[in-house]
Structures are given as structure tokens and as C-alpha cells.
């Protein structure tokens, strides 16, 4: 009975007018709670019935998976392919910088059509070129056009990885867009730890060359969930034009932010600490640890497992710590693990699990910190986030070009060797992250 006096009172008429307030404030400019999700990323998804978060998480996943599924998926077979194709380990180790060199070139590119075309369509593309790319390594019969297989691959490999980190940013913002880049790693990694232990079954059932049968059905796969599923996060009136001018104005403005570059060599050299162990993977499983072609998964599972429990770790975090915090977690973890991983290589003899548990602390820590980086860098971009994608792609590309082609061979010999690598390049990244965060966080006030 109170409820029902009270309601004709003067005070109960002006709540009566408050929920119909709040009624309007959606059609109305964004509020506190909204204004981290940008218009045109609010009404692309709409106009395009956009997939659910988890399904939209594992595309996404599985497209970004596309270029170390390249590498990983052959790694056991290298040797057979030697010996079928007449060429020496360095040829044949030489397939794995005529991959990354094209697609360092090309990862900056795949960003800036995707700013003046759309996300979707050059992602169709590339997948597409990619199956093609695939078959010409099937059909190979040399060492030569296996190389240019790879170098085919590589132009069309990195544009799920690119372009899905535009459309993470097109889409979300602050902790949501931590949150969905951290679910994507944490969905991305499996595939580096299955790669490996799938090519060795394919290769051991069927031989070399149905490797990259099964990589041209993924690529084909992909492009049609793609066509199918996909929402254009992108829309038309937002599109930056392929003008020459000013196209090459806006790749000065991305190489030339100082901000920008300590980021993204941060995220490129910390990966390299345990890209080394992948591209060294041959040589450090079975010759150092004695395991057999199919018994890659020791190292890959474990380490693989680590950055998925980072990335969820990075996930829970968001909203919750701040993004420099998180980052400084994050290397604190990988401190440790590098620390741990020279004294293993050093006073202790090669083997399990010795060998492998520093790999998996790292890439916690890795994980962790690998998310918050990667926005912080594309938060410098918000109006050509595709090109600035693009650009991050091309530098931690190159980066891994350099390790595959000179780093890896000349000190996979010993597993001190590999360590020191990791905590080389653990150092350098930690530089250039504290550089960032000295000159550069307050002045931009970014996290």
C-alpha cells in the first residue's frame, strides 16, 4: 500500500520521468559505461550480425594461427625434405627465411588495403592465395620451388594476424579490447603446440608433402568460415584511400613515433627469447634432448600451455590492473625463467624436464604481457589502426627473419647458446619497455 499512496506524490513524478531518462540515453551521445567503444565499431557489428564473442575469439584465432602453423607443421620433416629435394640442412633451413622475409614485406601492406577495402575482403584473398601457395609446395620437386612455395605462403600467411588486430581495436576498447586480444592468444597458441606434433603423424603416415596438403585445406577452410561468418568490422565511410601521398605520410608518422617502436620491439624481441627454441626445435629436441620426430609435443605442449595460461592470467587482469602493471608482471616472470634456463644449460645436463620447465615460466610471462603491449602500440593509431597493425607485423617480422636466418643456425649447437639468446633478446625488450615507460607513458598518458 505505501508504494501505491507515494506514487501520486510530486516526488514519485520525478522518478517517474528518470527511467524514461535512461530509456533514451542508448539513442542519445554515450555515456561513462559506453564511450570505450567506438561508434563506427558499435554500428558495423550491428549491420552485419556479428558472430558471438567465443566464435568471434576463435576465428580470429585460428586466422592469426595461419603463419606459425607455416613454420611449426614442417619443423619434423625438415630432414626427409633434404633428402628427397638433394639439399643441405642450410637449403633447406633457408625455406624458413624465404617464408618470413615475404611476410615481414608483406605484413605491411595486408593492414593498409585493409584500411581503404575492408577487413574481410583481404582476408578472403589472402587466405585464398594462401591454399594456392600451398599447392605449389606439394607439386615441388626442387629445393628452388619449394623456396618459392614458401615465399608464396609467406605474402599471404600474416594478413589473419594483422588485420585481426585491427578488427580486436575496430571492435573494443580499454580492458574489453585487453580481454578479447587475450582470448585470442590464449586460442592462438594452441596452435604452435599441435603443429608440431601433427606434422610429425602426417609425415611419419604419409610423408612430407601431405603437410602441405593439410596446409592448403586450412587455408581453404578459413576462407570460406571467412565469406561465411565473419562481419565487416570496417565500415565504408571510415575507409582511408590508397592515395600515394598520403599513404606514405602516414607510414612516416607509424615508423617515425618513437612510442610506438620501443612498443612493438618489445612484443618482438620478448617473442624472439622463445622463437629461437621453435625455429632451433630440430636440433635442440633431438639432438640435445635425444627425442624422436614425433616427440616434438615435449617441448611445444608445456611451453604452449604456458601461454595460454598467461593469456587467460592477462584476461582476469583486465580492468583490474593497469596495462604497465600487468606488463611489469609479465617480465618480472620471464626474469626469472631466463635466470633459470642459464643455470640449467650451464651446470646441468640436457634433458626432461629440466630443459623445457624455464620455456614454459617464460611464456607465462610472455603471455602476460604480450596483450597490453600490443594496444598500448596500436593506441598511438586510433584513426589507421590497420596500417599501424601492419607496421608492428612488419618490425617483429623482420625481427624473427633476423633470428631464423642468423641467430638460430649459429647458436642452436649448444643449449647455452639458446639460453644466452633467450636472455638477450628478454633484455632488449625489457630496454626498450622501460624507455617507453620513462619518456614516453606520462607525456602520452597512455595506461
Known amino acids: 500500500m505505501r508504494p501505491a499512496t507515494t506514487s501520486t506524490g510530486s516526488t514519485p513524478s520525478n522518478k517517474h520521468h528518470r527511467p524514461t531518462a535512461r530509456r533514451r540515453s542508448p539513442r542519445s551521445p554515450p555515456g561513462q559505461r559506453r564511450s570505450s567503444l567506438p ?20 576465428l580470429l584465432a585460428a586466422l592469426a594461427t595461419v603463419g606459425p602453423f607455416s ?48 577487413r574481410k575482403p583481404v582476408i578472403l584473398v589472402s587466405m585464398l592465395l594462401f591454399m594456392l601457395a600451398s599447392v605449389v609446395c606439394v607439386l615441388a620437386t626442387s629445393i628452388e620451388a619449394l623456396l618459392v612455395g614458401r615465399a608464396l605462403q609467406g605474402i599471404s600467411a600474416g594478413a589473419g594476424m594483422v588485420v585481426g ?22 586460442a592462438f597458441a594452441i596452435g ?57 605520410r602516414r607510414y612516416g608518422q607509424v615508423f617515425t613515433t618513437r612510442g610506438f617502436l620501443l612498443l ?53 587482469l583486465a580492468g583490474r590492473l593497469p596495462p604497465p602493471r600487468t606488463i611489469a608482471l609479465g617480465f618480472a616472470l620471464m626474469l626469472s625463467a631466463a ?15 629440466q630443459s623445457v620447465l624455464p ?30 597493425a601492419s607496421c608492428q607485423s612488419f618490425l617483429q617480422m623482420l625481427v624473427g627473419a633476423v633470428t631464423a636466418g642468423v641467430v638460430a643456425p649459429a647458436l642452436w649447437d649448444t643449449p647455452g647458446g639458446l639460453a644466452g639468446s633467450m636472455a638477450t633478446y628478454l633484455v632488449l625488450g625489457l630496454g626498450c619497455f622501460s624507455l617507453w615507460k620513462a619518456f614516453f607513458h606520462k607525456a602520452e598518458g597512455q595506461g
Open 71 to 118: 613454420i611449426d607443421t614442417y619443423l619434423p620433416a625438415l630432414h626427409a625434405i633434404g633428402s628427397d629435394l638433394q639439399a643441405d640442412p642450410v637449403q633447406v633451413q633457408q625455406t624458413l627465411t624465404a617464408y618470413m622475409l615475404p611476410m615481414g614485406i608483406m605484413v605491411l601492406w595486408h593492414g593498409a588495403f585493409s584500411d581503404a577495402w575492408g
Open 165 to 186: 588486430r585491427a578488427i580486436v581495436r575496430d571492435l573494443m576498447d580499454g580492458p574489453r579490447a585487453q580481454r578479447l586480444m587475450s582470448h585470442v592468444s590464449m
Open 192 to 248: 604452435p603446440a599441435i603443429a608440431p606434433v601433427l606434422g610429425g603423424w602426417i609425415h611419419t603416415a604419409f610423408g612430407w608433402r601431405a603437410i602441405f596438403v593439410f596446409l592448403a585445406l586450412l587455408g581453404l577452410a578459413l576462407a570460406a568460415l571467412t565469406a561465411w561468418k565473419l562481419p565487416e568490422t570496417h565500415p565504408p565511410e571510415s575507409r582511408q584511400p590508397l592515395h600515394p601521398a598520403p599513404l606514405a
Open 264 to 316: 612493438t620491439f618489445a612484443v618482438g624481441l620478448n617473442f624472439n627469447g622463445f622463437f629461437i627454441y621453435v625455429l632451433s626445435a630440430p636440433v635442440f629436441l633431438m639432438r640435445h634432448l635425444g627425442l624422436g620426430e614425433t616427440e616434438f609435443g615435449w617441448m611445444f605442449i608445456p611451453g604452449v600451455m604456458g601461454m595460454m595460461c598467461g593469456s587467460a592470467l592477462s584476461a582476469r
Open 359 to 388: 620455456i614454459v615460466l617464460y611464456n607465462f610471462g610472455m603471455a602476460i604481457a604480450m596483450p597490453s603491449l600490443t594496444l598500448l602500440a596500436l593506441d598511438h593509431f586510433p584513426t589507421h589502426r590497420g596500417l599501424a
Open 39 to 58: 561508434r563506427a565499431a558499435r554500428a558495423a557489428p550491428s549491420r552485419n550480425s556479428p558472430m558471438p564473442y567465443a566464435q568471434l575469439a576463435m
Open 339 to 353: 635466470a633459470a634456463n642459464l643455470g640449467v644449460s650451464f651446470l646441468m645436463q640436457p634433458g626432461l624436464p
